[in-house]
C-alpha cells in the first residue's frame, strides 16, 4: 500500500489485458516520486519515456519457434513408429525452450496456413525458427534448412542451424536450400517480417533418420538451442 508499481501489459481502450507486476518501487522512492510529480517537478510521461529507454536497452531478443503442421493436421508419419512430424516437433520445442537462457522464445501454433505469418508477425520476434521434418520414400536421408533466397540473415541463420544440426545427428548434409514465394514452404518465408528460417534436420519416414534424432532428443534439443544464442549476434 502506498507504493509505486510499474505494470507491463496490452492496452485497449481504458482496459488493461494481461498486466503482471515488473517491480514495485520501495517505500521512501514511492513516496519521492509521489511528491516530485505532485509539485510538478516530475511527470508521469517523463517516467513513462524513462522506462521505455530502460526497456530499450534491457530488452532480449525474441524467438518465434514454431512448431510445424497441427493436432489435427500432423504432417508426415513415420508408419513403423507411428509418430508425426507435429507430436516430434511439439515435444522438441518444449525441449529447446527449457535450454535457451539469453533470448525470449514463443512457441506459436498454427491455426491456418495462411493465416500463420499474420500471427507471427503479431509476435514483433526478431527471428524466426519452423521446425518440421523431412518425408520423401523412406529411404531418403538426411539435414537441410530452408530460407528465402533474397534474405541475407536468414542464409545466414540456415548457415548456423545447418551447422549445429549435422554436428549432432551426422546425417548426410544436404545443405541450405534458398526458397521462392512459390516453392514449398516459401508462403511463410516470404511474408514473415523477422528472418525465418524451416528447420528439415531428418526424414521422418526413414527409420534410421528416426531413430537417430530419437536416441538423443535432449541433445537435438540442444543443437537448435545453441542455434538461437548464435542467431542472436547476426539478427
Known amino acids: ?50 522506462l521505455a529507454n530502460i526497456e530499450s536497452k534491457e530488452k532480449r531478443k525474441l524467438c518465434a519457434l514454431v512448431i510445424g503442421h497441427k493436432k489435427t493436421s500432423p504432417g508426415a508419419i513415420n508408419k513403423k513408429t507411428g509418430i508425426t512430424e507435429f507430436e516430434f516437433n511439439d515435444d522438441l520445442a518444449i525441449r529447446i525452450e527449457k535450454k535457451v537462457k539469453n533470448v525470449d522464445i514463443q512457441r506459436v501454433y498454427r491455426r491456418t496456413y495462411k493465416e500463420l505469418p499474420h500471427d507471427i508477425n503479431e509476435l514483433d520476434p526478431d527471428f524466426i525458427i519452423s521446425l518440421h521434418c523431412n518425408a520423401f520414400n523412406e529411404k531418403a536421408s538426411g539435414t537441410e534448412v530452408l530460407y528465402y533466397h533474397r534474405s541475407e540473415k536468414g542464409k545466414k541463420m540456415a548457415e548456423i542451424l545447418l551447422k549445429h544440426l549435422v554436428e549432432h545427428l551426422k546425417l548426410p548434409n544436404r545443405g541450405i536450400k534458398p ?15 523477422a528472418p525465418c528460417i524451416i528447420a528439415e534436420p531428418f526424414f521422418i519416414d526413414n527409420d534410421d533418420d528416426l531413430a537417430r534424432a530419437q536416441e538423443d532428443i535432449d541433445g537435438l534439443a540442444e543443437a537448435y538451442a545453441k542455434t538461437i544464442e548464435e542467431i542472436v549476434e547476426v539478427v
Open 1 to 50: 500500500v502506498g507504493k509505486i508499481a510499474i505494470v507491463e501489459g496490452n492496452l485497449s481502450g481504458d482496459v488493461l489485458y494481461s498486466a503482471q507486476i515488473i517491480e514495485i518501487a520501495p517505500s521512501i522512492t514511492s513516496a519521492l516520486i509521489k511528491s516530485l510529480i505532485e509539485k510538478g517537478i516530475l511527470s508521469l510521461k517523463e517516467i513513462q519515456n524513462q
Open 179 to 193: 526458397k521462392t514465394a512459390e516453392d514449398r514452404g516459401g508462403y511463410l518465408l516470404r511474408y514473415t517480417k
